[in-house]
């Protein structure tokens, strides 16, 4: 039913970022967009132990083309799809979508397949050598979203996100990050 994404019926567009765009976001959006820290820690410290991770896609499929072209893959190649929503006490708070090469998680140890409900970034972050490498911005449109999602998390409006390209001893992953009203009133 899924072909490769719970969240999406296509592949967001998605903005390099640069100064012009920087400027353009609203306020709510800017701090969550260009956070350089863990967003789960960001998230822990405003709702302690309330806060969750509920897995919603996890398998072995081809990512979308673009996520491909980012991350120098051959389009048909089987990556780790994982898609979450953050979220406390029931709120949602952050849809998450991440592609992660079998290369990436050889080098990693295995420790980002094995994640379970436990978030991306305590793992990613507890990394000493993590580099970030490209950020791109989004602003998906409504009838992107898969309508299962949609009636899952109440999306009726349009919803920042950022991708970013990060790498583990060279190897290359992507990590996008969709906030919800309820994150950006955090």
């Not at 990556?79 to 592609?99: D, S, Y």
């Not at 998390?153 to 009203?181: C, D």
Request: glycine fraction near 6%.
């Amino acid at each position: 039913m899924h072909k490769n994404s719970f969240l999406f019926t296509r592949e967001p567009h998605w903005k390099k970022k640069h100064p012009g765009l920087k400027q353009a976001l609203p306020p709510d959006v800017h701090s969550w967009i260009y956070e350089k820290g863990s967003l789960t820690r960001r998230l822990r410290k405003v709702y302690g132990s309330s806060f969750a991770v509920e897995i919603l896609f996890h398998r072995w499929k081809p990512a979308f083309l673009g996520e491909c072209n980012l991350l120098g893959l051959p389009h048909q190649q089987y990556n780790l799809v994982r898609e979450v929503l953050l979220h406390a006490n029931g709120r949602p708070l952050i849809l998450a979508r991440t592609i992660l090469p079998e290369h990436t998680i050889k080098v990693a140890k295995r420790n980002l397949s094995h994640l379970g409900t436990r978030p991306l970034g305590e793992v990613i972050f507890s990394y000493p050598k993590l580099e970030r490498l490209d950020l791109n911005i989004t602003n998906v449109q409504h009838s992107l979203w898969r309508e299962e999602l949609i009636e899952k998390v109440n999306i009726g409006q349009h919803v920042w996100g950022r991708r970013t390209v990060y790498a583990i001893q060279k190897q290359k992953m992507l990590v996008s990050e969709f906030f919800m009203p309820g994150a950006l009133t955090t």
